[in-house]
């Protein structure tokens, strides 16, 4: 079975600054999607950025981007000129490509924007 | 402006009581699920509807009993729960099920706390 294990509970970053959260995942399989969602405080968890690991160009969105190591099963996400609306639980997920829609999220980190 | 809207947006029942947690989406999609959010756990899926046919249930108490009337709606229908069911319940649909360049959509979710 899947695992995704995100080892910082929390993160806090001055505004403006960089932050990376970190992530890495168990999997036998060869093709799978890795998904960045963020749940702000309004509850809706909203889809970040999303990376296929066929594809060895790291997926990028405005100010967000991964650092996806397929060897190594780490997919860290990294916030550029983090702004006070960053502020959310941000999780990371895993679905494998061989027709299961099961998404396995890891735990959260917390991240919060000092002003 | 969600387009999947979750009625209530919390809720608190007896052990008892018999409630239902209401999920509509606007988007046109075909298939929708139920997850569970618990504290410091990763979010777990609790069943699939495509084309408001059930195709999974991953080993959901009977407690929790799903109807699905239309590909736009989505019922969990609660009773005789118990303390440790309290958690945030979300509703998301995707455009189609299995296929993975159909991201998630997620409601806000409803609070449920079961005294």
């Known amino acids: 079975a899947q695992t995704v294990t995100q080892s910082q509970p929390e993160m806090s970053v001055q505004e403006a600054e960089t932050v990376t959260l970190s992530c890495t995942y168990d999997?036998?399989?060869?093709?799978?999607?890795l998904f960045w969602y963020k749940q702000p405080p309004s509850r809706q968890m909203i889809l970040v950025i999303r990376q296929e690991a066929y594809k060895q160009q790291n997926a990028t969105e405005n100010r967000f981007s991964v650092n996806f190591q397929k060897a190594a099963k780490s997919f860290s996400l990294k916030i550029s000129d983090s702004q006070l609306g960053d502020a959310a639980m941000y999780f990371c997920?895993?679905?494998?490509?061989?027709?299961?829609?099961?998404?396995?999220f890891g735990t959260g980190t917390r991240l919060t924007i000092i002003p | 402006e969600t387009g999947v809207t979750q009625t209530p947006r919390h809720l608190v029942m007896g052990m008892t009581n018999k409630k239902s947690l209401k999920c509509e989406q606007h988007l046109g999609h075909n298939a929708m699920y139920w997850y569970k959010q618990s504290a410091k756990k990763p979010l777990e899926l609790m069943f699939v509807y495509n084309f408001k046919e059930q195709t999974e249930n991953n080993s959901v108490p009977s407690r929790f009993s799903p109807e699905c009337p239309n590909s736009s709606h989505l019922f969990l229908h609660l009773h005789t729960l118990q303390p440790e069911d309290s958690a945030l319940y979300l509703c998301?649909?995707?455009?189609?099920?299995?296929?993975?360049?159909?991201?998630?959509?997620f409601g806000n979710g409803t609070r449920l706390t079961v005294t």
């Open positions: 999997t036998s399989e060869s093709d799978y999607y």
């Open positions: 997920a895993y679905r494998s490509d061989f027709g299961n829609e099961k998404l396995t």
């Open positions: 998301a649909s995707s455009q189609e099920y299995r296929q993975n360049n159909s991201p998630l959509h």
